[in-house]
């Protein structure tokens, strides 16, 4: 064995791999420990939005905020202001910060309240009331809660400030922690950041074992298997580690990343075996290996490859993890064809040498059936072979799948017309359903509608109100020739234009703290304005430190503060719509000499970040299409003939997209990125599938017989990879964590309508005119001996 070239290489690599994995483990183990998830924060610095938000939040200095209630929560609930004592105190925490630093602010509804009815303004109760509704007091006028103030240090570590929270809750209130609710991106993140990890942990090990058994299932070779299933965890854990070393955080997206690129890896090792199966009975033992090698290394390496180019396609995307994704998703699909081209064959030849050092598997000179079986479906069942019935039941599940091939070529060769009409009809509908394709990356749309979360945010927002913050921001200009009074009744008429507009369920602003402004135009009027002037100009820096107003050398900037529903079935641009038209209604009464208005807050970054999930949807997919084009241009020697060969690969995505766009499903963070990875997987079976045909063809096959011939050669295979990956995610459909599932749910849907497309959509291609004149007529020449004869009764449906 150890004169073996393909076992020692194997051998080498396999040491140096040892040697390193405490490193990859290490990082592999880090990246689960930096886990953070902010989709608002997804787009890059340069988008105005993002721009926009950053000023916002520097000027008006304002923090994560939590909303805490619990039962039995009134405005007259004395708890309220034992909770907010607790929270303001210089406590001591163990490691030496004070509560005070990690809750910098707490208002409550019993606080606010209080406030509004004391001077300067000595609000009615009603008035008060009406005034904090929505924002601390529920519809019902009594329900209410405490804001609580999140600092940047406490935002480092949800998990323990949450916990701080709802400690104090249940001492302020005696209350245990399922009558204590709580809502905040804070809450929403660390709940996304602790499934992250847990989709990981608690289900990648099992997908790996199914993966081992399938793959076992389909070589009927442990060695082979191990060898598969050893390079795919490696780049498992390698594209784990790189995370960690490249100073990233874990999120969502980047969860996907590692099922991914093992459920890839074992498909390509399959093929990779498979090949080995098919020359092992024509080469001989002796050259099986190089052999296989010769045979399938292109088709592999382009099969892997245009996977490759699939994630890197992902690069262009304008979601920083959608991007992570697609640079650290290829070195892991890349670097794990090295290593199954250096790892692999080892395992195929320390097959050899077994067969040849077993003299019950000596193969008879006379004998001319397959010392392996040839490729079919037929389970491992080498464990049992002291049971006699075992290889007539594998004769038998070989000859079905013969049988079977036999039987579809048929069925393909007479009805390609009408199989073509469907396959274009299908893809007809899907694209009248693309321009209708919607996405989220609403954090609360990464979980499941059962959440503990969720739960929360449907008992806060009943009984308090909307929970999903947008901002407006009054900019007055140096040069603006309103006063401060004039300026006071326009943030107010902007504050009720945005009251009216029906999905926004509570607004606030620094009107909301100050008294009416007089209306009267004689001296009495003139002299009330003059002194509430002086009141107000005097208010202003109460104003800065409650947040609601900022001045600079720019001018000055008011804030209004609205809420929106966490559920609202409609998108957050129509929202956004329905309110820029309402406050530019009203700025139209007034007139806007010298003001302009911002629109920022978590909604306008949720929408920018919805729209630039599409459009990278879109551009990746298109980037992807165009180079695999110009792979396949190179690969079949034409444009016309890559041109036919793309089209079985755009008719899944073609497909299951147009029908989620018809359907009104929404595209989240986890479906994006299946388009442009599933064009990658779906080109590797049409590599394959052509490989073979044009071989058939340049060895004197008529087109009907090299389409018929394809199939006994790779259509196993190919359909053998496509179960192994969905069977490979076949876990994560029952994740609780919604990318992961819907991840796993729609490559699984793109990869059946690959398989489709290229055992019927292809097929009926090549046997059309256009197919017979592009392909037939331009076989390119391929050193390598045909395949022998198929039976009969296909050969005569093929004349």
Request: some cysteine; proline content about 6%; overall charge positive.
């Amino acid at each position: 064995m150890s004169h073996s070239p393909y076992l020692r290489r194997a051998s080498i690599v396999l040491l140096g791999i040892a040697l390193c994995l405490p490193l990859l483990i290490w990082g592999a183990a880090g990246s689960m420990t930096r886990v953070q998830n902010a989709p608002a924060f997804w787009l890059p610095k340069y988008f105005p939005e993002r721009q926009a938000f950053e000023e916002f939040s520097k000027r008006f200095g304002v923090l994560d905020n939590v909303l805490i209630s619990w039962e039995g929560c009134t405005v007259d609930d004395v708890r309220l202001a034992e909770f907010a004592d607790i929270l303001s105190s210089e406590r001591i925490l163990p490691e030496g910060s004070p509560l005070s630093e990690l809750f910098p602010e707490v208002l409550t509804g019993y606080q606010a309240l209080r406030q509004l009815q004391q001077e300067p303004l000595r609000l009615s109760r009603q008035d008060a009331i009406r005034r904090l509704t929505g924002i601390l007091v529920g519809p019902d006028g009594r329900s209410s809660g405490a804001l609580v103030a999140i600092s940047p240090l406490a935002g480092q570590d949800r998990e323990r400030t949450i916990s701080l929270l709802r400690q104090v809750a249940g001492r302020a209130t005696g209350l245990p922690d399922n009558q204590i609710y709580l809502a905040g991106s804070i809450i929403d993140g660390a709940v996304v950041d602790r499934e992250s990890v847990r989709v990981m942990t608690v289900y990648g090990l099992p997908a790996a074992v199914i993966s081992l058994l399938v793959c076992w299932w389909c070589l009927r070779s442990l060695v082979q298997t191990l060898a598969v299933i050893a390079v795919a965890t490696v780049g498992q854990v390698l594209v784990l580690a790189l995370v960690w070393y490249a100073g990233l955080t874990m999120n969502a997206v980047l969860a996907v990343m590692a099922p991914l690129v093992f459920v890839v890896t074992v498909s390509g090792g399959v093929h990779l075996s498979n090949y080995f199966t098919e020359q092992f009975p024509m080469a001989g033992p002796k050259r099986a290996v190089a052999a296989a090698l010769q045979a399938g290394w292109l088709p592999c390496t382009i099969a892997a490859v245009t996977t490759a180019i699939g994630t890197a396609s992902l690069t262009v995307s304008q979601i920083t993890p959608v991007r992570q994704f697609g640079i650290i998703a290829t070195i892991g699909i890349l670097a794990t064809l090295a290593l199954l081209f250096l790892i692999v064959p080892g395992a195929m030849e320390f097959r050899v040498l077994r067969w040849e050092a077993s003299p019950k598997r000596a193969l008879k000179p006379q004998e001319d059936k397959p010392a392996v079986p040839s490729p079919s479906f037929a389970p491992p069942l080498a464990f049992l072979k002291p049971w006699k019935g075992l290889s007539r039941i594998q004769q038998l599940l070989s000859s079905v799948t013969e049988r079977i091939w036999e039987i579809w070529g048929e069925f393909v060769l007479r009805h390609w017309p009408a199989l073509l009409a469907v396959c274009f009809f299908a893809s007809a509908i899907g694209a009248l359903g693309l321009p209708r394709l919607r996405t989220s990356v609403n954090v609360r749309n990464l979980l499941v509608p059962e959440s503990p979360v969720l739960a929360d945010y449907r008992w806060l927002e009943e009984r308090i109100g909307p929970l999903v913050p947008i901002e407006l921001v009054l900019h007055f200009d140096r040069n603006c020739p309103l006063d401060i009074l004039e300026r006071v009744e326009l943030v107010r008429a902007i504050e009720e234009a945005v009251r009216e507009v029906p999905e926004v369920g509570g607004v606030s602003s620094a009107a909301a703290f100050l008294p009416p402004i007089p209306q009267g135009t004689g001296t009495r009027g003139t002299i009330r304005r003059t002194v509430l002037r002086n009141r107000l100009e005097a208010r202003l820096p109460d104003l800065a430190r409650a947040h609601w107003f900022y001045e600079d050398e720019q001018g000055q900037w008011w804030r209004v503060s609205a809420r929106l529903p966490a559920f609202s079935q409609l998108d957050y641009s129509v929202h956004l719509q329905h309110i820029e038209d309402r406050v530019e209604a009203e700025l139209a009464k007034t007139g806007r000499a010298g003001v302009h208005v911002v629109y920022t807050g978590l909604t306008t970054l949720v929408e920018k970040s919805q729209k630039a999930l599409l459009q990278g949807m879109f551009l990746s997919f298109l980037s992807a299409f165009a180079v695999v084009a110009l792979v396949l241009v190179v690969v079949l020697g034409g444009f016309s003939t890559a041109a036919v060969a793309m089209l079985p690969n755009i008719f899944p995505s073609l497909v299951i997209f147009g029908l989620f766009g018809l359907r009104d499903i929404r595209i989240d963070i986890g479906s994006v990125m299946t388009a442009s990875i599933a064009l990658g997987i779906a080109v590797d079976g049409t590599v394959h599938y052509l490989t073979w045909y044009k071989r058939e063809l340049q060895g004197g096959a008529s087109n009907a017989q090299a389409v018929c011939r394809a199939f006994h050669h790779c259509a196993w295979a190919m359909v053998q990879a496509t179960f192994i990956c969905i069977c490979g995610f076949l876990l994560f459909v029952f994740s609780s964590f919604l990318p992961m599932r819907r991840f796993a749910i729609v490559i699984g849907q793109l990869l059946i309508a690959a398989l489709i497309g290229d055992l019927i959509l292809l097929p009926a291609l090549l046997l059309s005119p256009v197919g017979q004149y592009l392909f037939a007529r331009k076989a390119v020449t391929v050193a390598r001996p045909i395949s022998p004869a198929i039976p009969v009764s296909l050969e005569s449906v093929a004349k």
